[in-house]
């Protein structure tokens, strides 16, 4: 979609306090943009925003909008948004999220990242490495990074490293010359309605590769495979454990406190290992992320030290993982972990080193569609924790009916996972079990998309 936009123009982004609306408003804003933005609510996004001396209104209301000349909104507004009303009553150009960031990013060197899971970790890898290159991109991200405290930084390069959100299709959007695709997953098929029209975006996508760029795509995902089998464009490097990857993952080990490893290169007219490298992340899935990050960078030029040095030196991404503190021997942390696939990941790695400790999960499901879509795998997937705190579903303002009892889901998980398994009814619940259960060798591992991370930081107050 072709934008005509000036900087005279007043830009009022509907729904800013989201992590990718926050981010793409601060580069627009660090560019020049006069904008504006409206929420529901407070969130440290919109306070990252405000240090900014972005204006920002609380509630959608249209008055809000009375001198804007373009409007953004995010996928989460509803048609009968005021302001959305008031926008199209007053004919002003309204473009999505996407729509917006593919016009900005298109005047850049643009690597765009993308993926059912691990996305967001993957492209804070590649920002990493790039920084330790010296080579100052823009990043925008869908998580905050700990080594500037935000989702997105305005770079002095014309590199340009973007997450790209295939939830809604938007990712197809995005103009760029290298890519990553992590994994393809049964995920957002409220939008896509099923996993053959999720699988043929993802062929789009690949497709889209420049012949002046380069794709790289995970090998050992079984989804993805089948799709770049199919693509016309080859224009890709595979990356993976596989022998036949053009960046193979050999001699493997994880501790505690990191993850070392080697990358086995083969591509036309270089063969190499890349030896020693260390991550400051566990589990398999961070070490195909770090893959993903180092074969890029190894592609477009960058020396091997800046590539060991910006993954050595991983400040990490908030909510992956994320140590919170401890009481007595237990550890608690947050993580976003949401989907499946992702909540087994995380807990393998936990388990492949803390292997001597009770892992209790504590989990909140996060939309009613993705826990009916996935009922099944959800009740499979918690098979190395110990203990599965189960709390209610949030909603994410759906209104659909579940369909079966909350407590056979619950039956179902124990059943599958082996595991014990407990009901939390609120977050007072939570506090009062873990207040009497803070003792021995213990990991409590908050998971969830939605109010789980406010729960588990809350904890913290009962010990004081």
Not at 88 to 98: A, D, E, H, S
Not at 266 to 279: A, C, D, E, R, Y
Not at 344 to 358: D, R
Request: aromatic letters at 10%.
């Amino acid at each position: 979609m072709k934008i005509d936009l000036g900087k005279n123009e007043l830009i009022h982004f509907v729904g800013i306090g989201g992590i990718g609306m926050s981010g793409l408003a601060l580069i627009m804003n660090g560019l020049g943009y006069k904008v504006q933005g409206s929420d529901i609510a407070n969130n440290r996004n919109i306070e990252r925003l405000q240090k900014k001396k972005i204006r920002i209104f609380l509630n959608h209301k249209k008055e809000n909008i009375k001198k804007t000349t373009v409007v953004v909104i995010s996928s989460a507004i509803k048609k009968n948004n005021p302001e959305l009303v008031e926008a199209i009553k007053k004919n002003l150009p309204v473009y999505t999220r996407g729509d917006m960031l593919g016009h900005i990013v298109s005047f850049m060197r643009n690597i765009v990242i993308t993926g059912s899971h691990g996305k967001t970790t993957t492209t804070s890898l590649v920002s990493s490495i790039f920084t330790a290159g010296n080579l100052d991109p823009t990043i925008i991200n869908g998580g905050v990074l700990n080594s500037f405290g935000n989702s997105a930084k305005l770079g002095k390069s014309n590199w340009c490293i973007t997450e790209s959100d295939e939830s809604d299709g938007s990712f197809l959007k995005i103009p760029f010359t290298y890519s990553i695709a992590t994994n393809l997953d049964s995920e957002h098929l409220d939008f896509y309605k099923n996993i053959n029209n999720l699988k043929r975006s993802f062929q789009k996508f690949i497709e889209k590769i420049p012949s002046v760029g380069k794709g790289f795509v995970c090998n050992d995902d079984q989804n993805l495979k089948k799709v770049f089998k199919k693509t016309i464009n080859k224009n890709f490097y595979t990356y993976g454990k596989k022998k036949n990857s053009n960046f193979q993952i050999i001699n493997i080990k994880q501790t505690i406190s990191f993850s070392s490893f080697d990358i086995k290169i083969n591509i036309p007219s270089k063969k190499k290992i890349i030896k020693g490298i260390k991550l400051p992340m566990i589990g398999t899935h961070n070490i195909q992320n770090a893959t993903a990050a180092a074969s890029l960078a190894f592609t477009i030029g960058l020396p091997e030290k800046y590539i060991k040095l910006g993954l050595s030196n991983f400040k990490g991404v908030q909510r992956r993982f994320s140590h919170l503190f401890n009481h007595n021997n237990v550890s608690f942390y947050d993580d976003y972990a949401h989907h499946p696939t992702e909540i087994s990941s995380v807990l393998s790695g936990v388990k492949n080193v803390h292997k001597n400790k009770e892992i209790v999960c504590v989990f909140q499901p996060h939309r009613i569609s993705r826990v009916i879509n996935l009922k099944k795998e959800f009740s499979k997937c918690f098979k190395m924790a110990d203990t599965v705190l189960l709390c209610p579903i949030y909603t994410a303002n759906e209104k659909l009916k579940l369909n079966f009892t909350y407590h056979s889901f619950a039956k179902l998980i124990i059943k599958n996972s082996s595991v014990k398994l407990i009901q939390v009814d609120n977050e007072i619940q939570l506090r009062n079990f873990i207040r009497q259960n803070t003792f021995g060798e213990k990991i409590y591992i908050g998971m969830g998309a939605g109010s789980i991370s406010n729960w588990m930081k809350n904890l913290k107050n009962i010990f004081k």
